[in-house]
């Protein structure tokens, strides 16, 4: 959500500034904008739409060596140029990512005192009371530190002041941004993948800190304008994570990923023994009730989980979508336990679901991919997912990863409550050895992309399944529309026929999950129903069926109920990816999307 990048260093900063962009568009691509430094005056360059459209029209070579950069996911205001970042009031030009709610009624005090904006953002207003606070306080950190206090709401922001042309001022609040220090000069970020290819040492802020970069230093803050002593943290991935590596997508290669990303997930924690996961993860035993809360795909990991745990664990588990769950009231107890499940650990949803959780005086447990991130840090416990760096909009490998966890969640809790013994546990990691292959002949598996070719004309595409095989239809829908713009519904097949069905007309495609024996039945017979109608039917099963109530199958290989969800979405994947391609999307930056969600 919004990308920002700042640089101060001895090399010209354009071109840097622009490939830190580059990698974060990701977060962001309805216009792009940077302002640097040049001979004693601040010049703006902004552009509508991708980074690309601004890199042709700026100098990459231009004279300077301290800039911020820019890529807008549109919050306050069309996705325009004068809208776009940077904004600039008197002697402030500032990045900003997340929302300044009372930014109303700052505008209306700053437009007494005089202030002209230009655009409709939240950003100019934020610019506009730094400069004024500054009118006062004649210091810059006591008017950033001020300014911070009289908003409400969540921001990263890159700051320059006009007349300090060697310094480069970072803050935040609830959004994510990092200071990144190398031989070649000092960053701010967003997201770690803008700097990797300078550096791969960074500082994380906490929440008011103030950082002060110059060509060869980096002092930060707190809010009460103490020098803090951070430690210098360093990236463990690689650069490649960053790159396509031939793949003509990143969503493509991180599907190709996934039988490492399990493995690394998975053995990260668990080495057969239920020891291991006793050594690896905190103690859950006195954990009677779960509330698993998340965002989109990771909600529904949560679903996929309820149904595993209540299974296997024999404990009630209730999924809410996070922006729901912060604003409801809770039925929790001292017996409660929390999951916070996030790829990008800053979804503001789910942060605050957390913090709601954490001021009731509940235990709550993060499970997320990025090292460092604010979900991760204020949980009471994180399990780290092993997914690497994701760049796709649309998640595939790190919701794969956290169906690990979740697999391993359940073997963990079931053992604890003595329904799971180290027999059964055994023949699960029989089968956990044998999942990096099955995952690695799915992903290879060309037919799915013929099923692509079959339904990427139609204009709704259906997916049903009951129990566990409904959740995973929820995720193989979300994953269909948000890169391809089909409509897609997914539903509980016994649910249909209770007014959706209506829907379903000659040809309709309707993928059809079956992997649930004992309900396996009841859900052809939901397919038959649908076949009567019309529907073209794709039967994705674990069982080859002696009738042929379908068009096309899919059958994936079995393995133990708790593993097998994790090799059934990867045809799903592959499905919506090729009727994207089809259909010339831009399946890595799908429209209106970003990828880290870091305002309400
Ligand atoms: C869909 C997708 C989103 C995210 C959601 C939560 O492909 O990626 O639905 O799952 O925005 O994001 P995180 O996991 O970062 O909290």
Redesign the pocket.
Known sequence: MCGIVGYVGKDKCVSKIIHGLEALEYRGYDSAGIAIFNKGKVDTFKEQGRIENLKKRIDLEAESHLGIGHTRWATHGEANKINAHPHTQGKFTIVHNGIIENYIELKQDLLKNGYVFLSETDTEVMAALLDFVYKEEKDVLKTIQKSCKMIRGSFALGILFHDNEDTLYATRLSSPLIVASGEEGNFIASDVPAILEFTNKYYLLDDLDIAVLKNESVTIYNQYNEVLKKELLTFEGNMEAGQKQGFEHFMLKEIHEQDNVFYETIHSYFDGSIDSLKQNFPDLSNFKKIDIV??????HTGLVAKSLIEEYAVMPVNVEVASEYRYKQSFYDNNTLVIL???????AD?LAALRKAKTDGITTLAIV?VVGSS?AREADHVIYIKAGIEIA???TK??LAQLAIFSLLTIYFAYQRKLLKDEQINKIYEDIKKMPNLIRQIVDNQEYFMIGDKVFQHQNIFFIGRDIDYALSMEGS??LK?ISYINSVAYQAGELKHGTISLIEEDTPVIALSTKDELREKTISNIKEVKARGAKVIYVTTEMPKEKFYDEIILIPRVHPILQSILVIIPLQLISYKVAKNKDCDIDKPRNLA???TVE
């Open positions: 998340a965002c989109g795909s990771a909600y499940v996030s790829q990008s650990g800053e979804t789910t991919n979900i909009v649309a998640t790190a919701y979300l994953k948000e990828k880290s969600v």
